[in-house]
């Protein structure tokens, strides 16, 4: 499978949309890929197609998602808090409009900034502004993820990347938003996979998460592999064959 099956809308802005990537059987669940680059505009959907393709000869039907970024409207942009979460949330839900898909397993699967949306997606039904909740997510990936922003602004993670998408410096009323201040996340287990060499977002991210989420009675659990922040992403190499695995897992 070189291309989605099709691309669904779930807004007017050219940045929401997702597309749907069929198993040639039948599907195992439902896994959205979320791509990163730090919420910025510049990065898009096609980080996620690579993903998507494998996962789709996998037997998942894959959900690679568009949002808007921070950057000018209209070009990728428009998008921050709480644009961007705004259609992260949208995005999942509109699977239920998807004709004749099974909906009771959801995995989201993000890298890096995607990441952070992956892990903060099941605990959006918490809050009066994403609900109702159409679609529950039943699992998280996270590759690399950003998920404590505080010590990501502090360590000033993509050149003030945390700042540009809060548009300020992260502080308690950003808890909503922030994976680390939500946990646990009631009956929905989180995979952290991270690469021990990754310069781009440290392995302390992930690690955190887990021991904090762990400590709250959550269901939280790191991989490490090797390799540094890319070699998430790369269908080829071994820690991709090793997140494969972890979603037989779930």
């Not at 949208?90 to 990441?115: N, P, R």
């Not at 699992?139 to 548009?167: H, K, N, T």
């Not at 790191?222 to 390799?227: D, F, I, K, W």
């Amino acid at each position: 499978m070189n291309t989605s099956d099709r691309t669904i809308r779930y807004g007017d802005d050219p940045s929401q949309f997702a597309e749907i990537y069929h198993p040639s059987g039948a599907s195992r669940g439902v896994v959205v890929v979320i791509h990163g680059g730090f919420w910025k505009a510049q990065y898009d959907a096609s980080l996620g197609r690579p993903l998507a393709r494998s996962l789709a000869r996998e037997g998942w039907t894959a959900w690679n998602l568009e949002y808007r970024r921070v950057g000018p409207a209209g070009s990728g942009g428009g998008g921050g808090v709480p644009e961007t979460l705004d259609d992260v949330a949208a995005g999942i839900d509109a699977l239920a409009d998807v004709e004749g898909l099974d909906t009771s397993k959801v995995i989201t699967l993000g890298h890096s900034a995607g990441g952070h949306l992956a892990t903060w997606a099941p605990s959006r039904g918490r809050f009066e502004q994403w609900q109702p909740e159409r679609v529950p997510v039943t699992g998280v990936v996270s590759q690399a993820g950003v998920l404590d922003l505080r010590s990501a602004y502090e360590q000033d993670l993509g050149d003030g990347a945390v700042e540009a998408f809060l548009g300020h410096p992260p502080g308690p009323a950003d808890d909503p938003v922030e994976p680390i201040r939500q946990v646990p996340l009631s009956g929905v287990p989180v995979r952290c996979v991270h690469g021990r060499d990754d310069t781009v977002v440290p392995l302390s991210q992930s690690e955190s998460y887990v021991a904090v989420a762990t400590g709250a009675g959550g269901d939280a659990q790191l991989l490490e592999v090797e390799g540094g922040h890319f070699v998430l992403i790369d269908p080829d190499s071994r820690a991709w064959a090793r997140t494969l695995a972890l979603l037989d897992t779930f």
